[in-house]
């Protein structure tokens, strides 16, 4: 069965230091696969896609992910986080008739 | 350009009362989704509409809940004889159909329903 694990529910990071979020899906065919971010009192924006190629791709905001195969992994990944990173963080993957199954979460807190 | 709406942003009933959720999608966007987000959960999929064609129904719930969608554009989801576990907040997504474009979705701020 499709599904999309984020293993951490919460992560805390000081201002400054880098982060990485985890994801991990599991899927039987080629995954297409999405970073969404939910920021307090707004609705869901994409940060990031994977589709095919190269399996380093950017986002906006800074971010950046890593699509690994034989991890089944799409790790998220920013080099020094700012306090309005603050935010719920998830990972998607796009399966049959357009349909996103997404992970449960990982809510970011920013340490001053 | 305006991005999708929803309304009402919050709403509270009682139990066994019926409630309609309203969805304006991005113009332009045949593809139309509902989700339903609870406390701490991922999105659940519960609908999906492309074009004319007939609707994805897959992910309802259960035969309380319906969708439709008027003039390929707003769509509103009902809940009849709502239930306290019905209390979720309701994300409506829109996007292009238009090979993986359709997978770029753009989503409404939600509507917070709370069944009392």
């Known amino acids: 069965a499709q599904s999309v694990t984020q293993p951490d529910i919460h992560i805390t990071v000081s201002e400054g230091a880098s982060l990485e979020l985890r994801c991990n899906y599991s899927?039987?065919?080629?995954?297409?696969l999405f970073w969404y971010v939910q920021s307090p009192g707004q609705g869901l924006q994409l940060l990031l896609k994977?589709?095919?190629?190269d399996t380093l791709v950017q986002g906006i905001k800074g971010f950046e992910a890593e699509f690994k195969r034989s991890q089944s992994s799409f790790n998220l990944r920013k080099p020094s986080v700012h306090w309005s990173d603050a935010a719920e963080y998830f990972c998607a993957v796009g399966v049959r008739n357009y349909q996103l199954i997404w992970g449960a979460g990982t809510k970011l807190i920013i340490k001053p | 350009g305006a991005g999708v709406s929803q309304s009402p942003s919050n709403k509270v009933t009682e139990k066994g009362k019926d409630v309609e959720l309203r969805c304006d999608p991005i113009?332009?966007?045949?593809?139309l989704y509902w989700y339903r987000q609870s406390l701490g959960q991922g999105l659940e999929f519960l609908i999906y509409f492309q074009g004319n064609s007939a609707p994805d129904k897959s992910g309802l719930p259960s035969d309380r809940f319906s969708a439709e969608r008027t003039g390929g554009s707003v769509s509103t989801l009902t809940i009849q004889r709502t239930q306290q576990e019905d209390s979720a907040v309701y994300l409506c997504?829109?996007?292009?159909?238009?090979?993986?474009?359709?997978?770029?979705?753009?989503f409404g701020p939600g509507t917070r329903l709370t069944v009392t």
């Open positions: 997504a829109s996007s292009l159909v238009m090979r993986h474009l359709a997978y770029e979705q753009y």
């Open positions: 113009s332009g966007h045949t593809a």
């Open positions: 994977y589709f095919s190629g």
């Open positions: 899927y039987g065919a080629t995954p297409y």
